[in-house]
């Protein structure tokens, strides 16, 4: 009989325990995540995220900024594209770029972007022949921008500018402080490149406001052949010893620039002294003046700065060649660009002509530039 009883016991022990079991499964499942599938939850959950973003945007919705541009695989424009495309990112907006040719690629483009549906373009335009497409870009209600270069356009919204006349007295300072670091009372600041009338003018105003005690001269590039070109700027160099600064405004002569500088100091070694005014056979057209102050033709040491960030001009600047890079701001202006475009779809005032600085780089300065450079490189698959 006990031992009926005690099997009786167990028995109902078991059932207990495993309704209690039970209990326990069925309280615990409403904290468990939904049994409902993950993309059922997603159509219930999306319109009121949806309707919640456009009231952010206030009813706009994703905007499509484009860039018209013609892609002559340089670097300038392959930084503007990167300013554009890294910038657009950041404000998450759909970014396209319209590669096209001056003239009438350019109004295909147009027709190309429109038929997009692009809300804001931004068009990089140095040779000023965009102007009939900005403006029917404008007809059709389409904010415009140019970005870089000056332009006139009619319709435009806004133009971002790069400050040529703050980077010209910035530049001049920065040469003219580092001849005076050297103890120089006098010399001359040579401006070098195809073309340095435009350099020459605004370098030489802002020396005779600040630094009177040195002169700008300048030497335009005629031979086309690397070696040829070479020297005859060493020819120049070596005859002109006064030359204690250089600004070279072409950022692929660079490198000639270096090379005419170390070629001149050889021959100077190796002949001597030759005097500071040569015979007009020798330089046809480039009979330089004599020099006032002789003391300063006794070694040819120049300081660089070089206009430009490129692979071969940064490594001649840690190469301690190149004193200071120059930098033309094509990822600044973009990006400006860019975020005046996404302003301007916001419906805020901007400024119809905004400036960006051209930085002087230093050593201390010179990395963060150079992995902006580095960055474009890889988007764009440069070797």
């Known amino acids: ?221 005629t031979k086309t052949d690397v070696d040829a070109a070479v020297s005859e700027l060493a020819q120049y160099l070596l005859y002109n010893r006064d030359i204690k600064g250089m600004y070279v405004a072409d950022s692929d002569l660079a490198s000639i620039a270096i090379k005419a500088r170390s070629e001149a100091q050889k021959l100077f070694k190796a002949q001597g002294a030759p005097s500071p005014t040569p015979e007009p056979s020798l330089m046809p057209g480039q009979t330089p003046e004599p020099t006032p102050n002789p003391g300063l033709l006794t070694q040819i040491m120049i300081t660089v700065f070089c206009n430009g960030l490129s692979d071969d001009n940064y490594d001649l600047f840690i190469d301690n060649d190149i004193y200071a890079l120059c930098i033309e701001p094509y990822y600044e202006a973009a990006a400006e660009a860019t975020m005046t475009l996404d302003r301007l779809l916001r419906g805020e005032t901007v400024q119809t002509v905004s400036r960006v600085n051209r930085p002087i780089v230093y050593s201390e300065t010179a990395d963060k530039y150079k992995a902006v450079f580095e960055q474009m490189k890889v988007l764009f698959e440069v070797e």
């Open 1 to 221: 009989m006990k031992q009926k009883l005690a099997l009786i016991l167990a028995l109902l022990v078991i059932i207990m325990l495993a309704a209690c079991a039970k209990e326990e499964g069925t309280a615990a499942e409403p904290t468990t995540e939904s049994n409902l599938p993950t993309d059922d939850i997603a159509a219930e959950t999306a319109p009121e995220v949806l309707e919640k973003e456009d009231e952010e945007n206030d009813g706009s919705g994703i905007k499509l900024l484009g860039l018209i541009l013609h892609d002559d695989d340089s670097d300038r424009v392959r930084m503007t594209m990167y300013g554009f495309l890294h910038t657009a990112e950041n404000l998450s907006a759909a970014a396209k770029i319209y590669r096209a040719a001056p003239g009438v690629e350019t109004d295909a483009a147009l027709d190309m972007a429109i038929e997009d549906g692009v809300d804001a373009l931004l068009f990089f335009d140095p040779t000023r022949s965009c102007g009939s497409a900005i403006e029917r870009a404008a007809q059709n209600g389409i904010k415009t921008v140019v970005s870089y270069h000056e332009s006139d356009a009619k319709g435009l919204s806004a133009n971002i500018v790069a400050d040529s006349s703050e980077y010209y007295d910035e530049l001049a300072r920065g040469l003219a402080e580092r001849m005076v670091e050297r103890s120089l009372k006098s010399g001359k600041i040579l401006i070098y490149g195809r073309s340095t009338s435009e350099s020459f003018d605004a370098f030489s105003a802002s020396i005779a406001a600040s630094y009177p005690q040195f002169k700008v001269v300048s030497f335009n590039r």
